[in-house]
Protein backbone atom coordinates (compact mmCIF):
# COMPACT_ATOMS: atom_id res chain seq x y z
CA UNK A 1 0.00 0.00 0.00
CA UNK A 2 1.02 3.54 -1.06
CA UNK A 3 2.34 5.90 2.15
CA UNK A 4 0.14 9.51 2.20
CA UNK A 5 3.11 11.24 0.67
CA UNK A 6 3.34 8.55 -2.33
CA UNK A 7 0.17 9.10 -3.09
CA UNK A 8 -0.14 12.39 -2.88
CA UNK A 9 3.22 12.78 -5.65
CA UNK A 10 1.01 10.66 -7.48
CA UNK A 11 -2.03 13.33 -7.14
CA UNK A 12 0.48 15.81 -7.80
CA UNK A 13 2.10 14.49 -10.83
CA UNK A 14 -2.00 13.34 -12.49
CA UNK A 15 -2.82 17.44 -11.54
CA UNK A 16 0.46 18.80 -13.12
CA UNK A 17 -0.84 16.89 -16.59
CA UNK A 18 -4.37 18.18 -15.88
CA UNK A 19 -5.37 14.51 -16.46
CA UNK A 20 -4.19 13.75 -19.46
CA UNK A 21 -3.67 9.99 -18.21
CA UNK A 22 -7.01 8.93 -20.99
CA UNK A 23 -5.20 10.57 -23.72
CA UNK A 24 -3.33 7.72 -25.67
CA UNK A 25 -0.16 9.32 -26.76
CA UNK A 26 0.07 10.59 -22.94
CA UNK A 27 3.75 8.50 -22.09
CA UNK A 28 5.43 8.50 -24.97
CA UNK A 29 6.31 11.93 -25.33
CA UNK A 30 10.16 12.60 -24.05
CA UNK A 31 8.41 15.07 -21.06
CA UNK A 32 6.14 12.32 -20.02
CA UNK A 33 8.31 9.75 -19.85
CA UNK A 34 10.71 11.63 -18.01
CA UNK A 35 8.05 12.62 -15.80
CA UNK A 36 6.85 9.04 -14.89
CA UNK A 37 10.73 7.63 -14.49
CA UNK A 38 11.16 10.65 -11.73
CA UNK A 39 7.75 8.99 -10.24
CA UNK A 40 9.01 5.50 -10.69
CA UNK A 41 12.18 6.50 -8.80
CA UNK A 42 10.28 8.14 -5.91
CA UNK A 43 8.53 5.38 -5.80
CA UNK A 44 11.26 3.05 -5.61
CA UNK A 45 12.74 4.83 -3.05
CA UNK A 46 9.91 2.83 -0.49
CA UNK A 47 11.36 -0.44 -1.40
CA UNK A 48 12.86 -2.39 1.77
CA UNK A 49 15.31 -4.40 -0.60
CA UNK A 50 18.17 -2.33 -1.47
CA UNK A 51 19.15 -4.99 -4.05
CA UNK A 52 15.58 -4.58 -6.07
CA UNK A 53 15.80 -1.07 -5.25
CA UNK A 54 19.01 -0.26 -6.86
CA UNK A 55 18.49 -2.18 -9.84
CA UNK A 56 14.91 -0.20 -10.45
CA UNK A 57 16.33 3.25 -10.05
CA UNK A 58 19.66 2.19 -11.91
CA UNK A 59 16.80 1.33 -14.85
CA UNK A 60 14.96 4.08 -14.20
CA UNK A 61 18.03 6.91 -13.95
CA UNK A 62 19.48 5.49 -17.44
CA UNK A 63 15.89 6.36 -18.98
CA UNK A 64 15.27 9.65 -17.26
CA UNK A 65 19.28 10.29 -18.88
CA UNK A 66 18.24 9.12 -22.43
CA UNK A 67 14.62 11.24 -21.63
CA UNK A 68 16.14 14.54 -20.70
CA UNK A 69 18.54 14.61 -23.53
CA UNK A 70 15.18 14.66 -25.90
CA UNK A 71 13.50 16.75 -24.12
CA UNK A 72 16.23 19.23 -24.34
CA UNK A 73 17.02 19.18 -27.90
CA UNK A 74 13.01 20.02 -28.56
Do not use: C
Not at 28 to 35: A, S
Amino acid sequence: MLSNAAREFILHVTHYFNGHWEDPEWGRRPVNQLLIGLTIRELADGLGDKEVRAQIQGAVDRAIAVNAKGVATH
